[in-house]
DNA sequence: CTGAAAGCGCTTACAG
DNA sequence: CTGAAAGCGCTTACAG
């Protein structure tokens, strides 16, 4: 008479291996290489396992044992809770999500936190996986220096941009360009620039001319290409441009900035920011002041993400492929773009109905 | 004449032992206790660490030794990705987020793909966790049986509802009671309800009445208390009530049925939605069909997403705390929440643009 | 087709 | 405070 094993006590390969009378060998090639062993026999075993309550090799025994850990990692700018909460995030998230679920392989979030005591580093090397994508991180984030410290595959999306660093990106000189003649083709003549970490030393509010000079982040400096590429186009100078930067880069600091934009005596009769979010905030603000969109004020935005087309007024923007991005990293991540490296998407104007033309100056 | 190791060549801990003629297990007090070797020393081989290039210990080979994994799971319905474009989700995914940044543990977004393959299982096998989260998940899902047969801590957010099985949740019941009254005492006589996944065979269009006495989803059975307990507080039967039944809980969904259910020649003045995502929807299909909102139709969402205040009419809706929900279980799975293993958040109303007093019925 | 053996890179009592 | 040894649960040539 058989003793039926109890189901707890089969916890492990070995166990199933000796409960059979087979040895480990052969139970991991039941499940890992079914030419390995005779069809019966891999039935047999399998449905064994499936009596016994053996849900199947361990996943961290299997990753060490073979080298590979089978989850990519993914790091967000600022605490790993707030990626959620930003639109943008979201979507380059689902980007990778696809590409990962595609390829059965897990995507872990790491566990940076807000406190700033190198908790970054840890926990990156903490992480168990075989690659990481880190999302819109300034240039000098610990995170980043951890990130290829490790020695991992590491792809940045948008930001930074680093010699030999896997890179996926939008052509930000070309968003700024275009969102720029947009406004000035609507005959625009003061236009405010509402942009978010323009500065490593993070100002809140206008920021003096002299920062275009020492602009060292890589996008801010693309992005005031694209504006002179604009303004040369239009025959306008600098002038017609004045820049703040926000706090935060969400709808609160959208609007905060843009209530002291407002304020000023020469006003803009246009906001261009550089993200929906930020302009979502402008478009509070501007409610508040009583001052309406378009019709004295016109508002674009950056990325067009899905919120964008929903508030009122829906918003011009320029849109990016945000969850392409995401894929496109996860694949290189993945292994499965080739020798592709360095992508950079294209964009492209929407135009919706938070801008119109700029009424002419009374007086 | 020392000479320079060169970077690539400490690679593991043993490695580093190596180079300094110290044993692997100082090397590894080193990093894991500092109690159990001089400061001096310590400092010395972390030192060397950092400047062999080599990270700290390899996070698999340590879980493995450990028996912790240092993540837990999150398991989504349908396919992973899906769950970036459901509101709701994102924001169980914060609250999760939220409680794993905080014990420095990684959120593992398990890789379940749209082909129903048994791909579910093997994935949810193959994660490597301490535990996981499943999110609203039918009882029959394949992800159920695999995750509770895995062994690790299990928490089900919102369903499904298991005997010994720790959940979080919100009150189903109250939640619909709450929304029902609402159109009840503006006088609304007759209420389309437009659900998703309200009966297991996923009718498209409106449900026959028998569906009630055969509702099988605890949370459809509570919603239907709640109507019960509505429509008895206002002296009401069951025909004030007609049910519909969406093809996906999306807006593209909601529009899809709402169409259908204005269509009916007696057509509901009010329409009451299993989610916000729903109750968009018919909104636009209110758009759509020139039938203005709230004036002649009344909508009512759930949850209280981000978005159901920025669309236009903002929408009243059913507040649950989403994030604190994922914040709870993610606490449930860290072990945070000590004995408390079921745990049902309180609903509110949150009144807003989309519901108005029943017009009187012209006749 | 099957099994004994080495190895994946760590941690942790435990003896000194 | 330090180090030798066992063990975590697997996979993978390799010899039969």
């Not at 590409?99 to 190198?118: I, K, M, N, Q, S």
Request: hydrophobic share 40%; proline share 6%; with cysteine.
């Amino acid at each position: 008479m058989k003793v039926k094993p109890s189901k707890t006590s089969v916890r492990t390969l070995d166990d199933l291996a000796a409960l059979l009378g087979v040895s480990r060998a052969t139970v991991s090639n039941a499940f890992n290489r079914p030419d390995q062993l005779s069809a019966k026999l891999r039935e047999q075993i399998l449905r064994a396992a499936r009596e016994a309550g053996y849900a199947g090799p361990d996943p961290t025994a299997r990753a060490l044992s073979r080298g590979e850990r089978g989850a990519v990692g993914a790091v967000f700018t600022e605490q790993l809770s707030y990626a959620f909460s930003d639109p943008a995030a979201v979507l380059i998230l689902e980007g990778l999500a696809r590409a990962c679920e595609e390829a059965e392989t897990g995507l872990l979030l790491v566990p940076v936190a807000a406190d700033t005591d190198g908790n970054a580093g840890r926990v990156i090397n903490g992480a168990a996986v075989d690659a990481l994508a880190l999302y819109s991180l300034p240039d000098d984030d610990p995170a980043v220096a951890a990130a290829l410290s490790r020695g991992v595959t590491t792809v940045m999306i948008d930001q930074p941009l680093l010699p030999g660093v896997p890179y996926v990106s939008h052509d930000h000189r070309a968003a700024a360009r275009i969102a720029l003649e947009h406004l000035l083709e609507l005959s625009h003549r003061r236009v405010g620039v509402l942009g978010y970490r323009l500065t490593p030393q993070r100002h809140r509010g206008e920021l003096p001319r002299a920062f275009q000079r020492a602009a060292v982040y890589r996008h801010t400096r693309a992005r005031l290409k694209g504006y002179e590429d604009a303004l040369r186009a239009h025959k306008r100078d600098w002038k017609t441009l004045r820049f703040f930067e926000s706090a935060s880069n969400d709808p609160a600091g959208g609007a905060t900035s843009a209530l002291e934009l407002l304020e000023l005596p020469d006003r803009p009769t246009a906001i261009l920011t550089d993200s929906d979010q930020l302009a979502i905030g402008v478009l509070a603000a501007a409610r508040d002041l009583g001052i309406r969109v378009p019709e004295e004020l016109s508002v674009i935005g950056m990325d067009d993400v899905p919120v964008a087309s929903v508030v009122t007024p829906s918003l011009t923007t320029i849109h990016q492929p945000l969850v392409k991005k995401g894929e496109a990293a996860g694949k290189i991540l993945l292994g499965q773009q080739g020798r592709r490296r360095h992508i950079v998407f294209p964009v492209e104007l929407v135009l919706r109905d938070s801008t119109a033309p700029a009424k002419r100056r009374r007086r």
